[in-house]
């Protein structure tokens, strides 16, 4: 979209006008349809959407306000048929789906736009938070595939790590000194983690990565949560068909749940005992694979009292001598209460790695990062104790990734507890 000296004032009152009236009309069938709380979810966030838009409106002129108003329209038909949630064909997705979420992503980029119209001025470049909302579309329908090399069990040279036990802040692990000392044999882990089924994550896609997964034959595959949106939970086959791939590594695929999986429990259970996937909920479960002996421990997912759940968990299931300890924690935010020295490795997702920023650029700065203190991706660490935060395979919230890709990673862990160390990295 381009700025232009905007449009005339008898199509921009109107335009307003009705987008009151569509929110009020959403509103009220949301609540009519689905009930109270999404009714005042779509009421608070669709009204800031009609805020926003009904400021920016009458910058586009002719052809452009024309797509600027069949864009805006997206987004209420997108959250009217949420109002009865069920996967939606591939048509559907293309023609309402990601045009709303793209819409809906640039309009809220767009607050400093807002914010200095409200001040009287307008800003120049008003195309270019659309601009970055394309960008982000691109980016949400694709995932980037790497190594990630991990020393665990001992000190990382170059990071100031402090030791005081669970509550102390994990910190921020460089990635050069990610993987300081190497096995002859590493562990290797596939994470799948917040595929959040829906617009932008089909069924089809999720068994792709799944079976992307299967083939790099890796020694474990640990899914760490949030599997569903409002368009899947109400349907467990769907879900159980994306993780059908699965099925084909018997006794190397396990699973703990993140919270939205609370909202539609049944239906990850199902899917989940459907793909053969072990599904660790406060519970451990000791494997045996190529790299040694690794226990596993899978934590449920809790809002509240999160300290007293990890240790009583733990003190439930204490480590095995002789094996790697390796801890399922879907909320990395959680990891600073996990007691010191209870896991080797801890594998969180629930930040989708921040979803807006500059890793993309190789910096490590996300959005989320100025709001939330919960380590957002990467590797982190708290003495001993380290902590890997995938950056998700899909996302869900805000409408779009933006300078965060999703991932597709497999974790080489050099653990020297499991095996001699063979070379120190240079």
């Not at 586009?60 to 024309?66: D, E, I, K, N, Q």
């Not at 939606?88 to 809220?108: C, E, K």
């Amino acid at each position: 979209m381009a700025s232009t000296r905007g449009q005339a004032p008898e199509l921009v009152i109107p335009f307003v006008l009705a987008s009151v009236a569509a929110w009020a009309i959403v509103v009220v069938l949301a609540r009519v349809l689905r009930g109270k709380p999404y009714a005042l979810f779509r009421g608070v966030t669709l009204g800031l959407h009609v805020l926003f838009a009904s400021t920016l409106a009458g910058r586009f002129a002719g052809p452009l306000f024309l797509v600027f108003v069949a864009l805006h329209a997206t987004v209420f038909v997108s959250s009217l048929t949420l109002a009865r949630p069920r996967p939606r064909s591939l048509a559907y997705r293309v023609l309402v789906s990601l045009p709303a979420a793209f819409f809906s992503a640039g309009t809220l980029l767009a607050l400093p736009w807002v914010l200095a119209a409200a001040f009287g001025y307008a800003l120049p470049a008003v195309w270019l938070p659309y601009a970055l909302a394309f960008v982000g579309l691109a980016q949400s329908l694709s995932a980037r595939s790497e190594v990630v090399d991990i020393t665990v069990g001992s000190e990382l040279r170059g990071v100031n790590e402090t030791n005081d036990g669970a509550g102390s802040i994990p910190v921020r692990v460089p990635r050069a000194a990610y993987g300081t000392a190497r096995v002859s044999r590493p562990l290797r882990l596939v994470q799948i983690t917040d595929p959040h089924l829906g617009p932008f994550m089909s069924a089809s896609r999720l068994a792709r990565i799944c079976r992307r997964a299967v083939e790099k034959n890796p020694d474990l595959v640990l899914l760490t949560g949030d599997f569903l949106t409002m368009e899947s939970q109400a349907h467990p086959e769907l879900l159980a068909r994306a993780l059908s791939p699965l099925a084909e590594l018997p006794g190397r695929v396990f699973a703990c749940l993140g919270n939205h999986d609370h909202e539609a429990l049944e239906t990850v259970r199902y899917a989940l005992a459907a793909a053969g996937v072990r599904l660790l909920v406060d519970d451990a479960e000791l494997v045996a694979t190529e790299a040694g002996l690794v226990q596993i421990v899978g934590f449920d997912f809790t809002w509240r009292e999160r300290a007293a759940h990890l240790r009583r968990v733990t003190a439930a299931h204490p480590r095995l001598p002789g094996a790697f300890r390796l801890a399922l924690l879907h909320d990395p935010g959680a990891f600073k209460h996990l007691p010191s020295g209870e896991a080797d490795l801890v594998l969180s997702g629930h930040t989708h790695g921040g979803q807006v920023g500059f890793v993309s650029l190789g910096l490590p700065w996300t959005l989320m990062r100025l709001f939330a203190k919960i380590p957002d991706h990467g590797l982190w660490a708290r003495g001993a104790d380290k902590l890997y935060v995938h950056r998700g395979t899909g996302h869900y919230g805000f409408p779009l990734r933006l300078g965060v890709p999703a991932e597709e990673s497999v974790l080489a862990v050099h653990a020297p507890a499991l095996l001699s160390v063979t070379a120190a990295a240079q």
